[in-house]
């Protein structure tokens, strides 16, 4: 994975951070969360329930499955209240305008939704963890969110999720990625990313 990063050092003010990137490695804990009453995960199948909850019409529920795209609902007491998915060769990060492969055993999850009146019941880290529990043969998963978005990023380490490092945006252009923990992981995400690591330094004397 870091034969092709590239690694740049630069001073604290050169990157912006816009979002951070989470990974989960098969072996890694996976914490134990109680059971909700009523809670039943399963990829998704029937294609009117997950496009009332995803907010995407059936085409393009259709598209993004024929695109390798694995959707996942989530059902309380037998109504559809959250949804995301899981991308097995391609993904892509709008907001950043990346798009990249998938590597063979990795997953990429996007695109989650839980409606308004299920929101903090812990639903959200359950389907990721039930994501990781049903894809046997992936070793690697990935996922990440917006800077500011603190709801999302509980929900993620509930589920057992590490994060690896901030993604910023340079000031000359491009997109780089901060990283944080453990160098082996920061290395993949960056090769994963097809961006470059950066290695902020201290430009303080003495």
Known sequence: DTATTEIYTLSLHDALPIG????????????????????VI???????????????????????????????????DGTPVASGWLATREAAIGELGLAFALPPGNRYLWDFVTLPPWRGRGIYPRILQDMMRRETSAQRFWVGHDLDNVASARGILKAGFVAVGEVGRLRGGGLGLVPRGQVERGAAAAALLGIPILQRTDTRSG
């Open 20 to 39: 951070r990137l989470y990974t989960w490695w098969r072996g890694d804990p996976l914490p134990g969360l109680p059971r909700v009453p009523g809670l």
């Open 42 to 76: 399963e990829p998704a199948t029937d294609l009117a329930a997950l496009a009332a909850v995803a907010g995407h019409s059936p085409a393009v529920l259709q598209t993004r499955m024929a695109e390798g795209h694995t959707p996942y609902l989530a059902w309380l």
